[in-house]
T-cell receptor, first 112, second 113 residues
């Protein structure tokens, strides 16, 4: 059973398009995250949701909009994609007071 | 701002040798320090962690040490095996509505058979 699953695994799209990445966790955690990993493997947090409420928003462009319909899901919608958005995006979840994060397999986004 | 520095960026060892990765953090409020292993094409996976009330923790071939005064923490892998080859990330975290975690830049470990 996959603990944190995100789809799609690969996404190739043209500049200017709008795309979404979905994430679901079956661990019963109350906190979910989106991270961006660039070509140099640097991992940076983008957003964090606790009980469906946005709690961390790390200076991410407005073109990125997370949505959490319930505690088990955190989706990422990206408008007007740019070349610089190409990266691997990881979803993760944790129990807020414990901190241990479990990561999904990642979505490799390529903007051409 | 908060920062985590990780060294070395690349580490190559012979199978059976030990590997040590070191990190320093800047946020004195950090109280949780996880280590992640990332294999090619996969997401980071937690391998060991340590909280600020503990100075050392060991799990089989892996150990972590924490020096809160100096804001240093380290990962030690003994008797390395080829399957230990991966990218390792340290991180420093503090509770702030779900734990804000800052990652180091990663260490690419190569274990030569």
């Amino acid at each position: 059973d996959t603990a944190v699953s995100q789809t799609p695994k690969y996404l190739v799209t043209q500049m200017g398009n709008d795309k979404s990445i979905k994430c679901e966790q079956n661990l019963g955690h109350d906190t979910m995250y989106w991270y961006k990993q660039d070509s140099k493997k640097f991992l940076k947090i983008m957003f964090s949701y606790n009980n469906k409420e946005l709690i961390i928003n790390e200076t991410v462009p407005n073109r990125f909009s997370p949505k959490s319909p319930d505690k088990a899901h955190l989706n990422l919608h990206i408008n007007s994609l740019e070349l610089g958005d190409s990266a691997v995006y990881f979803c993760a979840s944790s129990q807020a007071d414990l901190g241990v994060a479990f990561f999904g397999q990642g979505t490799r986004l390529t903007v051409v | 701002g908060e920062n985590v520095e990780q060294h070395p960026s690349t580490l190559s060892v012979q199978e059976g040798d030990s590997a040590v990765i070191k990190c320093t953090y800047s946020d004195s409020a950090s109280n949780y320090f996880p280590w992640y292993k990332q294999e090619l094409g996969k997401g980071p996976q937690l391998i060991i962690d340590i909280r600020s009330n503990v100075g050392e923790k060991k799990d089989q071939r892996i150990a972590v040490t924490l020096n809160k005064t100096a804001k240093h923490f380290s990962l030690h892998i003994t008797e390395t095996q080829p399957e230990d080859s991966a990218v390792y990330f340290c991180a420093a975290s503090r509770k702030g509505g779900g734990f804000k975690t800052i990652f180091g830049a990663g260490t690419r470990l190569f274990v030569k058979a």
